[in-house]
């Protein structure tokens, strides 16, 4: 089974903080995704990589930046955290033309 | 751009009653695929299907089966005889075909879903 492992369930940041979420996954894909979800909003795409130092933005990337400098690893960076960066967010992976994702179990995070 | 609507923001039913979660997606490609997935209140998203553009074939699997209608753009999905266990948020996404790089998956909003005993 694909596995997608986030590294903490819950976090709780200050504002101003400099937030890392990480995320590994163990099946050799090429493709990684960050997304984060709020109610009513469902699941926006914030970065994803599709090589291993490749990165470009989804469609909310203000605020964040990512690295990916092994292939299994994908990292989610928020600078300079907000309490509107409060949120769940999942990570993802793929292989690249096949369509669909397989998700890590997200990260729940409060800023305060 | 593409586009899912998911307009059933919450649906409760009593177990045992069947369930249809609407999906309409909006995309100009030709090429796409479609996906429904679960989300269980532990988080994780698991995947339930896909379904890709040029197979318009309705899908069951045990008590799920899916209705994909290109004419309406819409790709539903049915619970039959629901339990408490399928209680969970429900995601319809959308992506497209690229010849290469990352298929990006654009997700409606979300129908939570309860089953009461």
């Known amino acids: 089974d694909v596995k997608v492992t986030q590294s903490s369930r819950y976090l709780v940041k200050r504002t101003g903080e400099k937030v890392f979420l990480e995320c590994v996954q163990d099946?050799?894909?090429?493709?990684m995704f960050w997304y984060r979800q709020d109610p009513g909003l469902g699941l926006r795409l914030i970065y994803f990589s599709y090589d291993v130092k490749m990165k470009e933005k989804g469609d909310i990337p203000e605020g964040y930046s990512v690295s990916r400098e092994k292939k299994e690893r994908f990292s989610l960076i928020l600078e300079s955290a907000s309490t509107n960066q409060t949120s769940m967010y999942l990570c993802?992976?793929?292989?690249?033309?096949?369509?669909?994702?397989?998700f890590g179990q997200g990260t729940r995070l409060t800023v305060v | 751009a593409q586009k899912v609507t998911q307009a059933q923001t919450e649906i409760s039913v009593v177990e045992k009653e069947d369930v249809t979660l609407d999906c309409v997606y909006e995309?100009?490609?030709?090429?796409?695929?479609l996906f429904w997935y679960k989300q269980p209140p532990s988080g994780e998203l698991v995947f339930l299907i896909r379904r890709n553009s040029f197979d318009e074939q309705n899908e069951i699997s045990g008590r799920y089966s899916w209705n994909f209608q290109k004419s309406t753009s819409s790709f539903n999905f049915t619970i039959t005889a629901s339990q408490v266990v399928d209680s969970a948020v429900y995601f319809c996404a959308l992506s497209e075909a690229p010849s290469q790089g990352a298929q990006k998956l654009v997700f409606g909003q979300g129908t939570r879903l309860t089953i009461n005993p």
């Open positions: 993802a992976s793929s292989l690249p033309r096949l369509g669909g994702a397989f």
């Open positions: 995309t100009r490609d030709t090429t796409y695929y």
């Open positions: 099946m050799d894909h090429e493709n």
